[in-house]
């Protein structure tokens, strides 16, 4: 999350998008870690793996994994939306701040 708001900040509005959607994927890789689950050792399926997890144990946040991937994909290599980055970086400390809260995992700087 310190990531992108750097790189909004320094406004590489595409690396906005690709930390931002890293960094939701890293949180919930460290949510299903608490039940010994490791997606990242099976890249072919750590995507879907991390999607399945999310919508059987926060179902709600689907829309949010939605959202930043489709963000991600509007910013894509140009990067020109300086709006769009704001929502995205928005977005990403929503959800951290709500998936943290609900799975009791502390998250520094946040």
């Known amino acids: 999350m310190q990531g992108a708001t750097e790189e909004l900040r320094n406004r590489r509005f595409t690396n906005v998008g690709l930390l931002s959607l890293r960094a939701f994927e890293q949180m919930i890789e460290a949510c299903a870690a608490k039940e010994s689950l490791h997606f990242h050792e099976a890249p072919k399926t750590a995507h879907m793996n ?7 144990h926060h ?12 963000i991600y994909a509007a910013l894509g290599y140009g ?11 928005t977005v990403l400390r929503s959800a ?3 998936l943290s809260s609900r799975e009791k995992i502390a998250i520094k700087g946040l």
């Open 59 to 70: 179902p709600d946040l689907l829309e949010t994994w939605d959202e930043l991937w489709g």
């Open 96 to 98: 951290l701040t709500e």
């Open 50 to 56: 991390r999607r399945r997890w999310l919508e059987t």
């Open 79 to 89: 990067g020109m939306d300086g709006d769009r980055a704001e929502e995205v970086a």
